[in-house]
Nanobody, 122 residues
Framework: QVQLVESGGGLVQAGGSLRLSCAVS????????MGWFRQAPGKEREFVAA????????YYAESVKGRFTISRDNAKNTVYLQMNSLKPEDTAVYYC???????????????WGQGTQVTVSS
């Protein structure tokens, strides 16, 4: 079993930054592709970013490209999401996820964290 725990969410003004972290325990972290998704109230969960096991392949949603950076530290079993130039529309619960495929599809991921709230005020 794999457990994922997100942290780093909070309230920030528009234009500000936050860094989310996701600590992974259980099976070998380095074998998994990792992703971040988000879900705003009344909306479906949507893809934000994904990174393969080595960090050599990275994908972003168009809405966050150039503002967010996903990275991972396999020695620390942790994946990060650096979020800069935040906008009110980035407000959502952000979920960390792990799977075998580096993908933007929610269904390709097997393990999910409990989520962390990010609120961006205007």
């Amino acid at each position: 079993q794999v457990q994922l725990v997100e942290s780093g969410g909070g309230l920030v003004q528009a234009g500000g930054s936050l860094r989310l972290s996701c600590a992974v325990s259980g099976r070998t972290f380095s074998r998994y592709a990792m992703g971040w998704f988000r879900q705003a109230p009344g909306k479906e969960r949507e893809f934000v970013a994904a990174i393969n096991w080595s960090g050599g392949s990275i994908y972003y949603a168009e809405s966050v490209k150039g503002r967010f950076t996903i990275s991972r530290d396999n020695a620390k079993n942790t994946v990060y999401l650096q979020m800069n130039s935040l906008k009110p529309e980035d407000t959502a619960v952000y979920y960390c996820t792990a799977g075998d495929i580096t993908s933007s599809a929610l269904s390709d991921y097997d393990y999910w964290g409990q989520g962390t709230q990010v609120t961006v005020s205007s």
